[in-house]
């Protein structure tokens, strides 16, 4: 298996295919779709790193398929950079509005495509990280208020403990702390 990133080219082009399969050939691995059902399909059974999309297709156009991929909350965060004979502003919007990350138009110079799929996959890279540094930073903060938490009760207790001036007091505080742990105790003192 090759760790180099899999690109998913959904396009109905046959010569457009071979074209941007040559330009990235040495980089990058890849798997084709025909149009836009069959990529949705190839997306849902093995989630490529990147797509590259065509927006003028049989069946369902390019516009809609990026923007069910950005609706799927397994595959919503995966790269997708148009590429596409449209060549207006218009369109170019569209695709933005759709979801894509990066719209080229056809024919494309194979040194900028490149660079684009390098930035757009160092974007995903840098997103996730951060997601879990997030994700980690979040869990020592509860970790840590939890921890706090339970040292003030201790402390909390020690404060009224020492204050207590008979032993029904002192029985009171420890009933006290522990049904606030929802635990069930019964306390016998002896002096």
Known sequence: ?????RILLVDDDPLAVALTREALRTDF???????GELGLQAIAASPPDLVLLDVMMPGIDGYEVCRRIRADLDVGDLPVIFLSSLVGADERLA????????YLVKPMVPAELRSKISRVLSLRAERRQLRNDLSSAFNTALTAMSSAAEVGAVLQFLRTSFACRDYDGLGREV??????YSLDCSVQIRG
């Open 1 to 5: 298996m090759s760790d180099r990133p």
């Open 175 to 180: 009933l006290a702390v522990t049904q606030g």
């Open 95 to 102: 695709g933005y509005e759709a979801g894509g990350d990066d």
């Open 29 to 35: 691995e890849f798997a084709d779709a025909g149009d």
